[in-house]
């Protein structure tokens, strides 16, 4: 159940072995790592583990602020379910967060029998049984980035500057430079443009041959060559923005890197470049974390709960009268089928991208 009071609960505890239950997804995962540098400085001498899917996994290997990562089997067996939560169990944690909030979460943060178990109000399908409170004005209304920094302010920890930290080791930076190394020669602007034509909903999915319009612009207007990204099951989608492209300009020189990065080498190619295109999804809030500019594309969802904070971003989002439903599957038929993407048109979005442009011109200026 909420309590009002209970930044002043986790005030008073003297936690030793702390866990955040947070398996998925990527950008989710993203979003919520602000909260690991507040609990090292809230509780400087405790140990802290966080559960994440085991595909996930090495994004947080090597975190500064955290001690342990526990591995989840997303499609395991239940004997693989077992030895978790025995683990969970055996771990004695004093105190746990829940910041995924659905049954499985809550399984874990059961199995875990910790004196203190914290949630969050956007707990459902049952999760929020476990807990002992949930911290306030942490409901699916409230921006999922402003959630983890309400979790930030309930340890007390107010004015504490919580940013995203990774591990991103000097052999991930020096592999993302020698592939970006080809752009050099064509990119007046920076490293390059990078493009992420991919998301994990089909409604999400701006379609490629758009990215590919956009991209060919920025090539004219800014000099910006393309490195387009994605996981293993994007490749068709990127091969698609690939294939567009050079039939609007044949000797663009662009890199394909989908299905080619690790999550470190992906955070490392974001980082070094000047933009990203981008679908919401994970990619999206890993380069907004990494202090990359964004132009984020929303059609089934809402750039204002999902979107991340800061005004170096563009976001533009569809008018169609079912946007920011969050559906994963078009509730229309017909001429209305996917109508989002046809609304939002290139040249919104490369209005976006100018936008952001001038932004970063002027900044370079000051």
Not at 132 to 160: C, K, M, Q, W, Y
């Amino acid at each position: 159940m909420t309590d009002p009071n209970t930044a002043a609960v986790l005030l008073e505890v003297d936690a030793r072995r702390i866990c955040v239950i947070k398996p998925s997804a990527l950008g989710d995962v993203v979003q919520a790592l602000p909260v690991l540098p507040a609990l090292r400085r809230r509780f400087p001498r405790a140990r802290i583990s966080w559960v994440i899917s085991r595909s996930l996994a090495p994004l947080l290997e090597g975190h500064p602020d955290l001690d342990e990562v526990i591995p989840f089997e997303r499609h395991g067996s239940l004997g693989d379910w077992q030895k978790l939560l025995t683990r969970l169990r055996r771990s004695r944690f004093d105190l746990v967060f829940d910041l995924q909030g659905l049954l499985r979460s809550g399984l874990m943060l059961w199995a875990t029998r910790a004196s203190l178990r914290v949630g969050l109000e956007s707990a459902r399908e049952g999760s929020l049984w476990g807990c002992h409170f949930l911290i306030p004005e942490t409901d699916l209304s409230v921006p999922a980035h402003l959630r983890s920094r309400h979790v930030v302010d309930a340890l007390g920890l107010t004015n504490f500057n919580s940013g995203m930290r990774l591990g991103i080791s000097r052999a991930d930076r020096e592999w993302a430079s020698s592939q970006l190394a080809p752009l050099a020669g064509t990119a007046r602007a920076g490293a390059g443009l990078a493009v992420h034509p991919g998301a994990s909903w089909k409604t999400k999915r701006w379609p490629a041959e758009r990215f590919a319009a956009v991209a060919f612009k920025a090539m004219r207007r800014f000099g910006l060559s393309p490195v387009v990204l994605g996981g293993p099951d994007e490749q068709g989608i990127a091969a698609q923005f690939t294939q567009t492209l050079r039939q609007l300009a044949p000797n663009a020189r662009v890199i394909d890197l989908s299905g080619k990065t690790s999550l470190k080498q992906l955070a490392a190619v974001l980082e070094q470049s000047r933009v990203l295109v981008t679908n919401d999804s994970g990619p999206m809030q890993l380069a907004a974390g990494l202090g990359t500019p964004v132009v984020g594309i929303f059609t089934c969802t809402s750039p204002t709960i999902s979107g991340p904070p800061g005004n170096q971003h563009e976001l533009v989002a569809t008018g169609v009268s079912c946007a920011a439903s969050y559906r994963k599957r078009c509730p229309h038929r017909g001429k209305k089928h996917l109508a989002c993407m046809d609304e939002l048109d290139v040249e919104r979005v490369w209005s976006g991208l100018c936008r952001l442009m001038q932004k970063s011109f002027e900044q370079a200026a000051a």
